[in-house]
């Protein structure tokens, strides 16, 4: 079993729907990350957490607002999405940032669908 | 930013055969990593291996961090080593970069 976890597993919503992601680790984990993946593409980074704080954001849309309620929970909420936003959403940790530190353990990932 | 070009982009194995999956990348680096990803989509961290040689069972991997390239190594492949390889280095910003892939399909 993945260390991080990452729900729901498939989700469906309309353009107007408002849904979020969620992801957890109990690894001690303090930097997470969210990535998006297209079909037979590699995954591409858009936001990372470091110790709750937002360090990163990838130039990604406001309709994506991330959320780190705590140092295990990683949210994505999700209004207003096109359908060309339909892509497998991962999420990863890793110990922290340093460059030593930052092995990740991905998810199982959250396949998105928009109609 | 750092290029991360991985090669063959596809691959067909029978069963038992071996294999060499190669990463280039365009900067020096003090992180790369190999990951599987299988069909369900399940990223799997193979190696961190910024330099030297690993073995984990039938994998092993050896990156010449002074040449810019790395190799991953399947020996005795089985089908559930079927799914897409990435390497992986840090752009300028520290974070993880992946190449394209490499796509291995092993036949029983």
């Known amino acids: 079993d993945t260390e991080v976890t990452q729900t729901p597993k498939h989700l469906v919503m309309g353009m107007t729907n408002k849904k979020s992601l969620k992801c957890e680790q109990h690894?001690?984990?303090?930097?997470m990350y969210w990535y998006k993946q297209k079909a037979k593409k590699p995954p591409e980074l858009m936001f990372v957490?470091?110790?709750?704080?937002?360090?990163i954001n990838e130039s990604v849309p406001s309709r994506f607002s991330p959320e780190c309620p705590n140092s295990s929970l990683l949210n994505l909420h999700l209004h207003a999405l096109q359908p060309e936003d339909s892509a497998l959403y991962l999420c990863?940790?890793?110990?922290?940032?340093?460059?030593?530190?930052?092995?990740?353990?991905f998810g199982a990932g959250s396949r998105l669908t928009v109609l | 930013g750092i290029q991360v070009e991985q090669s063959p982009p596809d691959l067909i194995l029978q069963e038992g055969a071996n294999s060499t999956l190669r990463c280039n990348f365009s900067?020096?680096?003090?992180?790369l990593q190999w990951f599987h990803q299988n069909p369900w989509g399940q990223l799997i961290n193979l190696f961190y291996?910024?330099?030297g040689t690993k073995q984990n069972g039938r994998l092993s991997a050896t990156t010449v961090a002074t040449e810019r390239y790395s190799l991953l190594y399947i020996s005795s492949s089985q089908t559930t080593d079927s799914g897409v390889y990435f390497c992986?280095?840090?752009?300028?910003?520290?974070?993880?970069?992946f190449g394209g892939g490499t796509r291995l399909m092993v036949k029983p």
């Open positions: 990863a940790s890793s110990q922290d940032l340093r460059p030593r530190a930052n092995v990740l353990t």
């Open positions: 690894m001690g984990h303090r930097a």
């Open positions: 957490y470091s110790y709750e704080k937002l360090s």
């Open positions: 900067d020096s680096v003090n992180n």
């Open positions: 291996i910024p330099s």
């Open positions: 992986a280095v840090p752009n300028a910003g520290n974070m993880l970069t």
